[in-house]
């Protein structure tokens, strides 16, 4: 293509399907596309102090990042998220791939594990992730967003990595302050089991998972005619199945279940009741136990789940800031990465979950009232009098040099008053202000913003000085 310059100065493509002119981009409303949002200042330094804690955490947990691709080929990504597979955003054929923006981490994560032939791993990922959803920003519902997946990949003991993505998600939702929350707690093959012992057909399993799980947002009426008219489910299967559903609790539920005779009888309930029990008892010891709500309601709708599945809700009370749904979710893929290597003799089980972190940052965001500080400057080099810019530079990089977060005016001669309210708006901790007869003298002055006081402090002592009193605050 080539471009043209109009006799109105225009630029043109010759394809006649960009107009870059003034004109256009002057009757162009502005506004960011539906599904994202810009982030400012302040909402970035909430943000980052959120995922600085949820990093944290991962990385206690002995958690290695990675990174993958935002585009995957088609390929990759078709056939692994049941019915939400017509939410993934296809890209135009370019250079001869059908490529797709991903639309979560975890498929990209088993495409890399099984690419690289790796038979262990232990990972976090935080990146955006893109879904041709119905957005509703205001429960942190967005087409563009971040997830934040702790992941632990290989052949382990029964529960042991399970158990720790509980407690992952238990230690994350308690630093970053949200309030009350609880962990529902379901089994895939348990699932397999009651549908079975119901009369569903194997062949429309995983349809009526998705039906199943819209019940934390449907009512059960409704849920119940959806699996009658568009599942084909017989009526009295349907009764048969709310029978299960509508059950929750704890470790006596997962006995009460053990002694049902025609779920005694599946050896795959049967698996899936002693993985509860083992799960409950080690969440037992890591003192989240008290977390978990054992439901029978809770299907993941994801084709990739196996194993063990779990979801954590906020318990919102009065707080209508908390009404935005799940936080957090995930549970066991044992033959996800087993499906892009079919000849690789041995799977590679994998158990993750994946962090709410839009949802979060939205209660946190709208909590927000006082002031948050969206610099990280630790010290403002300040001039009392004109002429003085040389020895700002000087001392600035001195600090610079010296490790510190430091920042002046750009202005030769700024006033003392608005350098100081600058410190003051953006919470600046110090101030050294800069006076002919101080520096005559080989001193200058260090302010502390917050209460005023200044001392006179010699040049030579002013790194040591300044550390020592960041150090102690």
């Known amino acids: 293509m080539e471009n043209t310059t109009g006799n109105d100065g225009t630029t043109k493509v010759n394809d006649g399907s960009i107009d870059v002119s003034g004109s256009a981009l002057r009757n162009l409303s502005l506004k960011t596309p539906k599904g994202t949002r810009d982030h400012g200042p302040k909402a970035m330094a909430i943000r980052q102090r959120l995922l600085n804690q949820v990093i944290q955490v991962f990385r206690k947990h002995g958690a290695e990042t990675i990174d993958t691709p935002v585009f995957e080929l088609k390929q990759v990504l078709t056939g692994k998220y049941g019915e939400d597979g017509k939410l993934i955003y296809d890209l135009k054929d370019q250079g001869g791939e059908l490529l797709a923006l991903r639309y979560d981490l975890t498929v990209p994560f088993a495409r890399y594990v099984s690419m690289s032939n790796i038979s262990t ?249 006082a002031t948050v500080r969206t610099n990280a400057t630790e010290v403002y080099v300040a001039s009392a009098h004109k002429g003085l810019h040389l020895r700002r530079l000087e001392i600035l990089n001195k600090l610079w040099t010296a490790g510190f977060k430091a920042e002046h005016s750009y202005k030769l001669n700024p006033k003392l008053l608005d350098q100081l309210q600058h410190c003051e708006e953006f919470q600046i901790p110090y101030a050294i202000i800069l006076g002919n007869d101080e520096l005559k003298r080989g001193f200058v002055k260090l302010r502390e913003i917050s209460s005023r006081q200044e001392l006179e402090v010699t040049l030579d002592t002013l790194i040591e000085e300044l550390r020592r009193r960041l150090h102690a605050s």
């Open 121 to 369: 791993i232990k990972r976090y990922h935080i990146a955006k992730v893109y879904r041709r959803d119905n957005p509703q920003s205001m429960r942190g519902r967005y087409r563009e967003f971040y997830q934040c997946d702790f992941d632990i990949a290989g052949t382990y003991d029964p529960m042991l990595p399970d158990a720790e993505c509980v407690k992952v998600v238990c230690e994350i939702l308690h630093d970053v302050g949200v309030g009350d929350f609880t962990i529902k707690l379901n089994h895939r093959k348990l699932l397999e089991g009651i549908f079975q012992v119901c009369g569903v057909p194997a062949d429309i399993f995983r349809n009526v998972c998705s039906s199943i799980d819209k019940l934390d947002k449907t009512p059960w009426n409704d849920v119940r005619q959806e699996m009658i008219e568009q599942r084909g489910v017989k009526e009295e299967t349907v009764d048969r199945i709310a029978s299960y559903v509508t059950l929750h609790g704890g470790l006596e539920l997962v006995n009460q279940l053990s002694e049902d005779e025609q779920l005694a009888r599946i050896p795959r309930a049967r698996e899936a009741l002693q993985d509860l029990r083992l799960l409950f008892q080690y969440c037992d010891i890591f003192q989240v136990a008290n977390r978990i709500s054992f439901d029978l309601s809770l299907a993941r709708g994801l084709d990739y789940y196996t194993g063990i599945i779990y979801e954590a809700v906020l318990l919102a009370g009065d707080d209508k800031a908390l009404s935005v749904g799940s936080v957090a979710g995930g549970g066991r893929y044992d033959n996800l990465v087993g499906m892009f290597n079919p000849k690789r003799k041995q799977q590679v089980p994998c158990v993750g979950v994946s962090i709410g972190v839009e949802r979060l940052f939205s209660i946190i965001e709208a909590r927000s009232i």
